[in-house]
């Protein structure tokens, strides 16, 4: 049992707050993401539940033990870094079995280092020196390291971050079946937006040491609890145009959309992803502006316009064609709207 309990923990040096009250049970064999922009908090948080630094308050507990006052060492969790931390003069198969021998563990070394260096495909490489390796098998190399001693709880910061965008999305796939495969609770850092959806059982989006939304992706992505969630998850981020609602009508600029499912009435932010609108023919749609930009995007084109003092993007067939100030039409319907305060930025019921 590896249960992660975070206890209203937070961080603060001096009265700069790295992490505020961050309360979450994470549970056992769970892959929980930690995402959110540079400096919100998430390596701190990650650090705290390694060991690496001590929160300010609050608890942490790993499966039934309070773990606040234990030593790195002792609270059996295994880290990736996005820098491999590798040791240069050591082989693979020497990397890999050093925490064995350091934690002396006892059984069979060689059958628990080739187990581990298979389930990263590694073992023709296990007597080639770091130096001789790619990034990828680097940082497989880094995960065998991980997963050899088979620990509670692996606490995974930006493992990919270094590697080409080819190779990412490839080790990604790799790290999702891997994580299938092994069933151990998993703590995962990533700005990366695509990284946490796809690995992810749960999301948390933090933002300035404040988590925003927990969540499984679909939720995240389909009831964004608030304007930054909105336009973090996506690509492209969620439209967002500031205008006045009254009776179920939202406009601004060059935008009605009718028949809004909200008692709301006043300023308003009303948001859709650019793949759930549609180009209308000629004017029928409910907003109406001349193309801002065109982009081919392989599968489909994105088409763009300038509204409601924001740039607003819809996902076309790939077949569209047209010219940058040619009017176009956009349906945008009711159903598929969110709408969020306008001061708060929170999500309106
Ligand atoms: P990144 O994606 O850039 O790694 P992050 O979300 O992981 O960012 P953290 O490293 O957790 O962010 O840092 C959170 C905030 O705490 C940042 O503003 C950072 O500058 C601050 N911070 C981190 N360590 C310290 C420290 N030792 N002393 C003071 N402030 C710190």
Request: proline share 5%.
């Amino acid at each position: 049992m590896a249960e992660i309990k975070l206890a209203n923990i937070t961080k603060r040096w001096g009265s700069f707050v790295g992490v505020q009250s961050f309360d979450l049970t994470i549970e056992d064999k769970e892959f929980l993401v930690l995402l959110g922009p540079s400096g919100c908090g998430k390596t701190t948080t990650m650090r705290m539940i390694a060991g690496l630094e001590d929160p300010t308050e609050g608890e942490i507990h790993i499966g039934d033990r309070v773990v606040n006052d234990l030593d790195p060492k002792d609270r059996d969790v295994a880290m990736v870094f996005q820098s491999y931390g590798l040791y240069p003069n050591m082989d693979v198969y020497e990397n890999i079995r050093f925490p064995l021998k350091v934690r002396k563990v006892e059984g069979d070394h060689d059958a628990m280092v080739r187990r581990a260096a298979e389930m990263v495909e590694l073992t023709e490489f296990l007597h080639r020196k770091p130096a001789a390796l790619s990034g990828g098998q680097r940082q497989r190399v880094a995960l065998a390291r991980a997963i050899v001693r088979q620990p509670q709880v692996f606490l995974m910061d930006e493992p990919l971050s270094n590697l080409d965008a080819k190779l990412r999305v490839s080790t990604r796939a790799q790290l999702k079946n891997l994580s299938h495969e092994l069933q151990v609770t998993t703590i995962y850092v990533t700005h990366d937006q695509i990284e946490a959806m796809t690995l992810a059982d749960r999301v948390v989006v933090m933002e300035k040491g404040i988590v925003q939304q927990v969540g499984t992706p679909t939720e995240i992505y389909d009831n964004p609890a608030n304007t930054f969630v909105a336009s973090f998850i996506g690509s492209p981020a969620m439209n967002l145009m500031e205008g006045q609602i009254e009776g179920g009508v939202f406009r601004c600029d060059h935008v009605e959309i009718g028949g809004l499912d909200t008692a709301h009435s006043g300023p308003a932010i009303l948001g859709f992803r650019a793949e759930d609108a549609a180009v209308a023919p000629d004017g029928a749609g409910q907003i109406t502006a001349p193309i801002y930009s065109l982009e081919l995007l392989g599968d489909a084109v994105m088409v763009t316009v300038r509204t409601g003092g924001a740039l607003v993007a819809v996902k076309a067939d790939k077949d569209y064609r047209a010219n940058i100030g040619d009017p176009v039409s956009f349906s945008v319907p009711a159903s598929i709207c969110h709408l969020f305060d306008q001061g708060s930025g929170e999500r309106l019921a």
